[in-house]
């Protein structure tokens, strides 16, 4: 049985596109103003993909100018989430998990724990570890948490929705991952478990 828990927190707790005017206005909004050097349609799907995808992979693949991205960085390291966000449906299957629950987000900390507190979950988990991509990657924060807390591999579980990271890294770990993974995104990918929702997460979990 599973007993200790790393969990993703976007797109997996929550889902960025119902909660999108809280989250995507105020840097579609800055993103606007801007000369991204790139044509009207791109930049639409470029939008579209910020919703599951870090503002930062985004900017590399469309090769948004330099200014754009640290003048975009510096708004995004400095804002916090002032408004309520909800969390998913499938929600109560993590919050009900026995055990110790961490979550573990690639983002910027200020934006990234207010995410948490306006969710309503702060309480639901043991420690919020947000990881700076710029200088580590989630691997790196799970033997840390690991060392820290001296965790037991054989009983953890990682849930998440990307396939190239928190999963993957699990994998190279030696841990046993859930991929959530709504729109069959990754149906090649790697995984311990998969599902389109949560409804097999106990059952993964041995719980």
Known sequence: MKQVFF?????????TKPNK?????????LLDQQNLKIDQADYQVAKD??????FL????KYHFPKDVVDHTVEY???REVLKPLQPSDD???????????????????????SKVIMLGIADDFEEVHVVDVSVS?????????????????NEILIIGDDADSEIKFGLELGIETFLLDPDNLHPNAKSTF????????HQAAGQ
């Open 21 to 29: 005017e809280v989250l995507m206005t105020g840097l579609y909004d």
């Open 57 to 60: 992979k985004v900017a590399e």
């Open 194 to 201: 998969k599902g389109k929702d949560l409804s097999k997460l």
């Open 7 to 15: 969990i993703d927190l976007d797109n997996t707790i929550y889902f």
């Open 49 to 54: 993909e910020m919703l599951r995808t870090p």
């Open 137 to 153: 990657n989630k691997k790196q924060a799970f033997i840390n948490l690991i060392e820290k807390h001296n965790l037991n591999k």
């Open 91 to 113: 929600y109560p299957y993590i919050k009900s998990l026995q055990g110790r629950k961490f979550i573990v987000t690639a983002g910027f900390p200020k934006q990234q724990k």
């Open 76 to 78: 995004l390291a400095n």
